[in-house]
T-cell receptor, first 113, second 113 residues
């Protein structure tokens, strides 16, 4: 069956450390993958997009990797800050599916001061 | 640019009633998608509208219907409300070209009692 999972429901790290979030999927062939941030009671906010033929993307303190063999994406936040505390969602964009995304359940990140 | 706007922000309905939610896409966007997000879960795709027609549909019953207007704004209608329809309903807008991120509104929190 098709499944998309994120490593843990909640992740606590110390300020200044690197947070690493994992997104694994089975029986999907995504054309690209995205990461979103969602704060409580708000809509998701786009962070990064990585295509199937790309291995790594960076934006400021954010880095995402995409391994289509392992069917896994890793999302890193370096030098984490309490303001980074939020739920992070990965979303698969499937072929021939327009801009409709299959979302993972999310990981709630707490950065402790 | 106002981004994606949704109305109302909160709504309480009684089981069996009907509800209409509204969405105005980001300026320049022509595609609108609707998602349902239950508490603690990732958004689930309901359907997408492009050129005033439903282009894709997720695994939702016919009680969920929608419409897109010539100005690209959209409505989501839910008939015969069930308690399980209580959720955050998110509207996302994008361009019809592929490999672009979606911009989400703040959502409508629907509570069915």
């Amino acid at each position: 069956s098709q499944k998309i999972e994120q490593n843990s429901e909640a992740l606590n790290i110390q300020e200044g450390k690197t947070a690493t979030l994992t997104c694994n999927y089975t029986n999907y062939s995504p054309a690209y993958l995205q990461w979103y941030r969602q704060d409580p009671g708000r809509g998701p906010v786009f962070l990064l997009l990585i295509r199937e033929n790309e291995k790594e993307k960076r934006k400021e303190r954010l880095k995402v990797t995409f391994d289509t063999t392992l069917k896994q994406s890793l999302f890193h936040i370096t030098a984490s800050q309490p303001a980074d505390s939020a739920t992070y969602l990965c979303a698969l964009a499937l072929r021939n599916y327009g801009q409709n995304f299959v979302f993972g359940p999310g990981t709630r990140l707490s950065v402790l001061p | 640019d106002a981004g994606v706007t949704q109305s109302p922000t909160h709504l309480i309905k009684t089981r069996g009633q009907q509800v209409t939610l509204r969405c105005s896409p980001k300026s320049g966007h022509d595609t609108v998608s609707w998602y349902q997000q239950a508490l603690g879960q990732g958004p689930q795709f309901i359907f997408q509208y492009y050129e005033e027609e439903e282009r894709q549909r997720g695994n939702f019953p016919d009680r969920f219907s929608g419409h897109q207007f010539p100005n690209y704004s959209s409505e989501l209608n839910v008939n015969a409300l069930l308690l399980g329809d209580s959720a955050l309903y998110l509207c996302a807008s994008s361009l019809s070209s592929e490999n672009t991120e979606a911009f989400f509104g703040q959502g409508t929190r629907l509570t069915v009692v």
